[in-house]
């Protein structure tokens, strides 16, 4: 063999490790550093032990609290998911419109690096929604809101296993127009005693649902779901009587909501019907943050 024909097969064989080396990095690696849902890497049971903030923004454009979602999801590092609510979800089959174009800009341009898409809102109406109506606005946000959503907010949620088959097509038609979204489920205020149904929530996609949306002294009285700590989320609205400026001190209400295994919630202020964030919201931000 030439001398040449050496230096091209050295060559060549020296391509192949460096292609063999890139695989490894691109693809091996990521899988041993564990990385969670929005492509943080975390470590061994951190994702499931720390805690994420579930926000109805339900708020119409125009208001300070886009940019402060923003900001939020920035400090906490992407632990947040954010549900965008154009009409409960009957604008989503049209472009958005220049005031919600500038609101959620304001939401990507403050979580920085942080920054992952959000929620569509979708009223399922307890499986009594038509599916075209309900898949309509799935395409919708992926079509024409595609910029800023990328997963799904199941609301009003029905737990008959006569609908199981309404929601396993739903979810089916998510993963077909989006592969890789993730579906948030809303039952509401179930029942304490109440186990979500395993078939509900294996169906792909799925990542949780929220187990309590009331107040704060039915909370108490709530049971620990039997699914894994990121399964579960909880909406509660606290009473007036409590202190806001002392909700990231209240040691007691943040161990409860380990204890009831919820890896995400929003806690919200009798007063605020989801019109505005609540007056604590900065405190509500840091305390998630430590957890």
């Given at each position: 063999?030439?001398?040449?024909?050496?230096?091209?097969?050295?060559?060549?064989?020296?391509?192949?490790?460096?292609?063999?080396?890139?695989?490894?990095?691109?693809?091996?690696?990521?899988?041993?550093?564990?990385?969670?849902?929005?492509?943080?890497?975390?470590?061994?049971g951190e994702e499931s032990s720390r805690m994420r903030?579930?926000?109805?923004?339900?708020?119409?454009?125009?208001?300070?609290?886009?940019?402060?979602?923003?900001?939020?999801?920035?400090?906490?590092?992407?632990?947040?998911?954010?549900?965008?609510?154009?009409?409960?979800?009957?604008?989503?089959?049209?472009?958005?419109?220049?005031?919600?174009?500038?609101?959620?800009?304001?939401?990507?341009?403050?979580?920085?690096?942080?920054?992952?898409?959000?929620?569509?809102?979708?009223?399922?109406?307890?499986?009594?929604?038509?599916?075209?109506?309900?898949?309509?606005?799935?395409?919708?946000?992926?079509?024409?809101?595609?910029?800023?959503?990328?997963?799904?907010?199941?609301?009003?949620?029905?737990?008959?296993?006569?609908?199981?088959?309404?929601?396993?097509?739903?979810?089916?038609?998510?993963?077909?127009?989006?592969?890789?979204?993730?579906?948030?489920?809303?039952?509401?205020?179930?029942?304490?005693?109440?186990?979500?149904?395993?078939?509900?929530?294996?169906?792909?996609?799925?990542?949780?649902?929220?187990?309590?949306?009331?107040?704060?002294?039915?909370?108490?009285?709530?049971?620990?779901?039997?699914?894994?700590?990121?399964?579960?989320?909880?909406?509660?609205?606290?009473?007036?009587?409590?202190?806001?400026?002392?909700?990231?001190?209240?040691?007691?209400?943040?161990?409860?909501?380990?204890?009831?295994?919820?890896?995400?919630?929003?806690?919200?202020?009798?007063?605020?019907?989801?019109?505005?964030?609540?007056?604590?919201?900065?405190?509500?931000?840091?305390?998630?943050?430590?957890?």
């Amino acid at each position: 063999m030439s001398q040449t024909n050496q230096n091209l097969t050295r060559l060549a064989f020296l391509i192949f490790v460096i292609a063999i080396v890139i695989v490894v990095i691109k693809i091996v690696v990521p899988r041993l550093q564990n990385k969670n849902n929005d492509g943080d890497v975390v470590k061994d049971g951190e994702e499931s032990s720390r805690m994420r903030l579930l926000l109805p923004l339900y708020i119409y454009p125009g208001k300070e609290e886009y940019a402060l979602a923003g900001k939020a999801m920035k400090t906490l590092g992407g632990r947040m998911d954010i549900i965008v609510n154009p009409n409960s979800g009957i604008d989503a089959i049209a472009p958005p419109k220049t005031e919600w174009v500038t609101a959620l800009n304001q939401v990507s341009t403050n979580a920085g690096t942080s920054w992952h898409k959000l929620h569509g809102y979708i009223s399922t109406k307890y499986g009594n929604r038509s599916k075209e109506t309900a898949m309509a606005q799935m395409t919708g946000y992926v079509t024409l809101w595609s910029k800023w959503v990328g997963n799904f907010f199941f609301d009003e949620v029905s737990l008959s296993e006569s609908k199981f088959a309404y929601y396993a097509e739903l979810a089916a038609h998510a993963q077909k127009i989006l592969p890789g979204s993730r579906i948030i489920l809303n039952p509401g205020a179930i029942d304490s005693g109440t186990v979500l149904p395993p078939q509900l929530m294996s169906l792909v996609g799925i990542t949780s649902a929220v187990i309590f949306e009331t107040g704060r002294d039915s909370w108490y009285q709530m049971k620990a779901q039997p699914l894994p700590i990121s399964k579960n989320a909880a909406i509660i609205a606290l009473s007036t009587t409590f202190d806001p400026a002392n909700i990231s001190e209240d040691a007691d209400f943040f161990a409860d909501v380990k204890k009831k295994n919820i890896g995400s919630f929003f806690v919200n202020h009798l007063d605020c019907d989801y019109s505005s964030l609540p007056p604590y919201w900065d405190s509500l931000v840091e305390a998630i943050r430590k957890s």
